[in-house]
């Protein structure tokens, strides 16, 4: 089965995916969604972990999706279910996306892998992180993303207590200049 391809214009450059539709349907399904409805245009790598800017000096991932340049989180449809268990590995180069503890809790935010994290992988321990695509143009555009100098910011998230509200919240690991996805496009092969 051929695998659908997605274009994200990044004001560092382009990254281009090829979506693994046959191992991660709703995955794939839910991400194209949010590309369609232009959900992640404006939007930021919020989130940045490279051995250039981590605690511990090691490479993570880059993840974004979620909050607009003003670094408010942008409303979500419902979340999907966690499709781990399909075999492929959080490898170099690979998406999956991100979730709170709740397995089945990933919504529209995602991340790039930036080595192999195969801690990341379903195993007897944990429910893992579903991988639904991989890089194949444009890795040294993530390479380069991910050695941006990063700092602490806060974030508009909404309120735990209350849904309907809004607090302030101070997230770590975000770029000190935003990292913005200009537009993510469904492109041919």
């Not at 274009?7 to 990254?15: A, D, E, R, Y």
């Not at 690979?94 to 992988?121: E, G, H, W, Y």
């Amino acid at each position: 089965m051929p695998g659908r391809f997605v274009v994200m214009k990044t004001s560092m450059g382009t990254i281009k995916v090829e979506l693994f539709e046959d191992k991660s349907p709703i995955t794939v399904k839910n991400f194209l969604k949010y590309v369609d409805d232009k959900h992640y245009d404006g939007t930021i790598f919020h989130r940045v972990i490279g051995k250039e800017n981590s605690d511990d000096g090691k490479d993570f991932m880059v993840q974004g999706g979620g909050f607009s340049e003003e670094r408010v989180e942008k409303k979500t449809r419902s979340p999907i279910k966690n499709e781990a268990s399909n075999g492929v590995s959080n490898e170099r180069g690979t998406l999956a996306m991100a979730r709170t503890n709740n397995p089945d809790s990933a919504s529209a935010q995602f991340f790039i892998n930036v080595k192999d994290n195969s801690f990341l992988d379903r195993n007897a321990r944990s429910a893992g992180y579903a991988v639904f695509g991989k890089v194949i143009e444009g890795m040294d555009v993530v390479d380069k993303i991910k050695a941006v100098p990063t700092g602490t910011k806060e974030f508009t998230v909404p309120d735990p207590r209350d849904p309907d509200k809004t607090v302030k919240a101070p997230f770590e690991n975000v770029p000190v200049k935003n990292v913005v996805i200009e537009s993510i496009r469904r492109v041919e092969k």
